[in-house]
């Protein structure tokens, strides 16, 4: 029997700088403030789920400093502004995982803990709701990390995937993890059965700092000296200054015998990349959509677009088909759907040239 008096608590994580999503997703106000398939933004609906599964007290959102003003007005909306948790570097989940971990360690020792990203778009909130409380009760009773496995629709090489290997009762062991593998290889791991990782993990506290002990010794050896010096910013500051920066999938859920995965029973999107915006879209005549109801389009033989432009000015579509048109005041997208996980590429041309980086570092 699982220990009701155990406590749930939620981490969002809110570091990501979306590339994929640009020209909207900027660096200085990337995706997850912004409302793309919702009135609120995708933070907002975070928000509001976890507020579904735990007591609001027990929800942390865990950050950068070039974000905390943003956050601090959304927080101050949910009675939050004294959950932030803002790391003095970015560095990637593994650590911001671990940082957070150490502060709700000085509260409660024997929590059990879900870390969400900030970025994805759920439906069926009641089911949602019910597989993180069947994640908590399987990290209690069997002293994994449990994870949440979505049923892929295509191979798409932005996700991590999971093969699972033997089901036990409503959970299965996992047999291996790989992290974004090329199309070919995600189409085989699909043929075997293998899922989509949603990055939702969910663990008690002894559990997560044993396996960074045995798998991470350099990142355990962070941990102790965070938790050593949390009183001390600027020895905080040079820790993290010197630490690596690594994935929580590349860290632990690779290496791990301690993982299991449960299967999504609920609607879920990342929305990392246009096409993803698209799928989960409301569709207009020839399957046009749009990210606001402010944008305005003609179409004439043309099919399948996702469009986006500035309010008081008309976009015209002839003879195209599969495209995102995102228009902004500074900058525009036209990409092929299919081909949408590439963005990211052109970003990193736009951050390498001095003369363009600032439409997205700007």
Known sequence: MADSSIKHYI?????????RLWPLSRK????????????????????????????????YIVSGQNYFNKIIKIAKNFNLTKNIIIEPE?????????YATIKIKQIDPNAIISTLPSDHYIKNIA?????????????????TIVT???????????????????????????????????PKKA???IDKNSYWNSG???????????????????????????????????????????????????????????????????DWSDIGEWKAIFLKSNKKKDNHAIINSKTQFLSTSSQNCLISGP??????????????????????????LDSSFNVRDLVSLIVKNKKYKTYFLG
């Not at 981490?11 to 590339?19: K, M, N, R, V, Y």
């Not at 089911?127 to 002293?143: E, G, Y």
């Open 200 to 266: 939702i993990y969910t663990f008690s506290i002894k559990t997560l700092l044993s396996e960074f002990e045995k798998l991470q010794p350099e990142y355990f050896s962070i941990y102790q000296k965070l938790q050593e010096n949390l009183n001390y910013p600027k020895k905080i500051e040079q820790i993290y200054r010197q630490s690596p920066d690594l994935a929580i999938d590349r860290a632990i859920s690779e290496k791990s015998s301690k993982m299991t995965m449960i299967t999504a029973t609920f």
């Open 28 to 59: 200085s106000n990337p995706k997850q403030f912004l409302s793309l398939l919702d009135k609120d933004s995708i933070l907002e609906q975070t928000i509001k789920r976890s507020q579904r599964v735990v007591d609001t007290q027990h929800i």
């Open 90 to 98: 970015k560095k990637n989940t593994a650590l911001a995982i671990l």
């Open 11 to 19: 981490f969002i994580l809110c570091g990501g700088t979306g590339p």
């Open 311 to 336: 309010e008081k000015k008309l976009i015209g579509l002839v003879g195209v088909n599969n495209l995102a048109i995102i228009d902004t005041p500074d900058a525009l997208l036209v990409c092929n």
């Open 127 to 143: 089911r949602f709701k019910q597989s993180l409380n069947k994640a908590k009760t399987i990290a209690n009773l069997t002293d």
């Open 187 to 189: 189409q085989k791991l």
């Open 148 to 182: 949440i496995g979505i049923k892929p629709t295509s191979p798409n090489p932005s996700y991590g995937y999971i093969r699972p290997h033997q089901k036990i009762d409503d959970y299965y062991s996992v047999a291996q993890f790989i992290e974004k593998p090329k």
